[in-house]
């Protein structure tokens, strides 16, 4: 059976990502419900900084997941290339933004 880019080979790595995957499906839906809330209260998820506090950490440990994952890999190359999406959409550029204090234009002239 061919290994994948982080086939488990011992109890422990296989319930670390387990446990990995849970906790990331559950910080998603955290993510989801306060996107949510915000949107169904008519509030700027972007400028709330509740939301923008919720997503950096989020954020983190999305970065964090990927970088145990990685460092459990077999194929450390092949994880990366496969992997590089998700670490583009795990980086919190709207906190970024915020923080630097930026200033994006609303609308883009084509």
């Known amino acids: 059976m061919p290994q994948t880019s982080h086939s488990p080979t011992s109890p422990l790595k296989r319930h670390t990502l387990t446990l990995l995957h849970t906790l990331v499906l559950l910080a998603s839906v955290a993510l989801i419900l306060v996107i949510s809330w915000d949107t169904f209260h008519n509030l700027s998820f972007v400028a709330d900084p509740f939301y923008l506090k919720i997503q950096y950490w989020?954020?983190?440990?999305?970065?964090?997941?990927?970088?145990?994952?990685?460092?459990?890999?077999?194929?450390?190359?092949?994880?990366?290339?496969?992997?590089?999406?998700?670490?583009?959409?795990?980086?919190?550029?709207?906190?970024?933004?915020?923080?630097?204090?930026?200033?994006?234009?609303?609308?883009?002239?084509?």
Do not use: G
Not at 65 to 92: G, Q
């Open 58 to 110: 989020i954020c983190l440990f999305f970065l964090s997941d990927i970088v145990v994952e990685w460092l459990m890999s077999d194929h450390k190359i092949r994880y990366l290339w496969r992997n590089l999406l998700f670490v583009a959409v795990s980086i919190p550029y709207i906190t970024a933004v915020s923080y630097t204090h930026l200033t994006l234009p609303t609308k883009l002239e084509v």
